[in-house]
């Protein structure tokens, strides 16, 4: 019996995560800036440990759950939103779906708009993990490079050409992984195309409040206004816990009812308990100075993050962008044939894990000498030591593999 | 925009779930036999708030879960498995996978294996919210009808003819809707038939646990042994509470790389804090005698509905079949035209709600005739009041739609 003559086609597409990878191959003794995961030690642990007390006391959160999710957690979305500027007039808690974090609503709005050789348009770089679940569905990735204020409006109009295209994916702040921040002026542009050519907006936006300085950006979703084509994707991963697996999508009402049948074929509904924990978490804490208190923090190890590894190794050829909030450090490295090859060493001689940029960009071929930093989980003594033996993996690795190469 | 030009063929596959209609039109002072939905006062809800108080304090739950799932919960599923006869020898820890329910577990597995156009054996009637999913992915199925011993495996071979099919799903034990219970002398000769015919088997078995009389039965995927051919499915939604939505599925290894790329592009993973809770649950509690309790209770159930439909209804032309465990009586009715529009009727007149049997069929233009009752959450009194409105329905519906028609 040969298997892959029972797989479909999308379970052929699909392959495994990198990032994942990458992870697992630094083993418990390794200094990480492999994942974009929040630093433990900034997990609301006692609050959380008292919602999920609140809400496992509620047998009605131990029924089947309604299909949206949980509605008290809904219209606090829906108010928050509202309330910091990000949603249109029209948004209320029935065009909400709380789902299996992000990658949930990534995928159920994959499900529901992709056709396999649809053209979807891309940041690049941008998050692979939404890469897997387009190109799983047979998706044709249709690249915009980004700059410092975001995506290109005028590479996105070259590349599509004359094409339709049904979604534009895009990070909007502190994108995963280059950190850039889309401009307001940047969104109008795009909104422009938009509506122009006839394209949905997907916009993921998990990074927002890990702001260290500068203003708070629109959101395309309000921008748009009575113009419904945009998604909004909002999760709690970054700033209370990735384990609740809570994130949402908020979107027009006229794709409520698709967005919901389908769903419900694809698990009913993800518990409502750890929605209610969400809830309970958000009634009983200040959010506001939880989210000040981390994005001190994050800053701090950003800042921590970036001076080591100037003081390290820019003087071995790397390059960093320095993101304005968020969780990633992007940038380049000279003089490495193979970024994977160099970071599969670095794991294993060195034991200090990052990822080759490469794995961001959908194309191949590109992105060859760039690199990604995570910071968030490093606490200031670990990105020293970090830095310092990403230093010598560089060293080494060049010592070894390109003895003829001295860039100093 | 024309929303139907941006929908994946998928999503124009998919349509509303009858049975979350059905539920939803009885309203709060209904009667309903709906749901196949444990009763809220046998959830152990003191023990699960226990359960989630201990998982709650361990701050690993709150970071990304490993994409298969809660490791000591895969281990204690594995090993009670084993201890219950169901597993082959081969199965270990990492041949399971958790999910967000049995529904996420079928869904992964029709995103794995369906391609559109692809047959799909199930039997007649099945499980709606199974088909959902496999229509979804643009399946065509093949019926395979049912009697009390389970499906008729000389009218596999016959519906199959010489096609290929993927898999044949199949729940075994009190199946949904129609109560039977797959004997193993039919196992025997299906598991010969897919060998022969070359298709997987698909084992759902979230009832074996509410057996009410006679011996367990023998599973597919243990009698299946060393030819690895058979997907295991279980979940402790039907035996602990489904608002955990905490099922699982057990598989041959050669599978796992696979489905756990597409588990990641799905969802990344579901929450271990839950499945922690249900594990903590597992220890400090003796599932066996909660499985001696929940059994002894809905077959209280269960005889308290079979008296009062009989008492009430049964000279109006309702036949039930009893089964052995489980949450469902299923039956025929006579002299019913149109058995959709008869349980409107009975919903928004009589307050009373069921499901008409039609929609558990595959093919259209079967079972008109037939129903199916929800027992698990009807306390006795509510089943003598509900069989009450139901033959009062009956009545009333007859009088009105076809006054000339008298069965007595």
């Known amino acids: 019996m040969d298997l892959q003559d029972f797989f479909s086609m999308k379970a052929r597409r699909v ?33 959380l440990r008292e919602a999920f007390d609140r809400a496992a006391g509620q047998v009605s959160l131990f029924s089947y759950p309604t299909t949206a999710g949980y509605l008290p957690l809904r219209e606090w979305i829906a108010e928050w939103m509202s309330r910091e500027g990000l949603a249109p007039a029209w948004l209320d808690p029935s065009c909400l779906i709380l789902t299996n974090g992000s990658q949930g ?14 053209l979807i348009l891309t940041e690049s770089p941008t998050y692979p993990e939404a890469l897997l679940a387009f190109q799983r569905e047979g998706a ?28 534009f994916y895009t990070v909007v702040n502190f994108q995963n992984p280059s ?14 195309l938009a509506r122009r050519k006839g394209f949905f907006i997907l916009e993921d936006d998990p990074y927002r409040y890990l702001r260290f300085e500068g203003k708070p950006t629109k959101s395309y979703f309000e921008m748009a206004g009575e113009d419904r084509r945009v998604v909004y994707l909002g999760s709690f991963s970054k700033i209370i816990a990735p384990g609740v697996r809570c994130g949402w999508c908020a979107f027009p009402l006229n794709l409520k009812d698709k967005l919901l049948e389908i769903r419900l074929s694809l698990e009913l509904c993800p518990p409502a308990l750890t929605q209610a924990a969400v809830f309970e978490f958000l009634r009983a804490n200040d959010l506001r100075a939880h989210l000040v208190k981390l994005a001190r923090e994050y800053k701090n190890r950003r800042d921590s993050l970036v001076q080591a ?41 060195k034991r200090v894990g990052f990822i080759p940029g490469r794995f961001f960009f959908p ?17 200031p003594e670990q990105s020293r030591e970090g830095a310092a033996r990403f230093a010598d993996a560089l060293e080494s690795y060049r010592r070894i593999f390109s003895p003829g190469r001295n860039l100093q």
Chains 1, 2 share one sequence.
């Open 179 to 192: 950190g850039c921040t889309t401009s307001d002026a940047r969104k109008a542009a795009i909104l422009e």
């Open 309 to 349: 590894l100037n003081r390290e190794a820019s003087r071995l050829g790397l390059r960093l962008s320095v993101p304005k909030g968020g969780f990633f450090l992007w940038g380049t490295c000279e003089g490495i044939a193979d970024m994977f090859e160099f970071a599969q060493y670095a794991a294993r001689e």
């Open 140 to 167: 044709r990735i249709l690249p915009v490079p980004v700059d410092e204020e975001g995506p290109i409006p005028e590479k996105l109009e070259e590349r599509m050409a004359g094409a339709k295209a049904k979604f």
């Open 15 to 47: 392959g495994p995560s990198i990032i994942a990878q990458m992870a697992r191959m630094l083993g418990p003794d390794g200094i990480s800036f492999t994942s974009g995961e929040p630093s433990p030690d900034l997990i609301p642990l006692l609050g």
């Open 105 to 118: 609503a990534l995928n159920l709005l994959a499900e529901t708009f992709i056709e396999p050789g649809d």
């Open 363 to 379: 194309l191949e071929g590109e992105g060859a000498d760039s690199i990604r930093f995570a910071f968030a989980k490093a606490a």
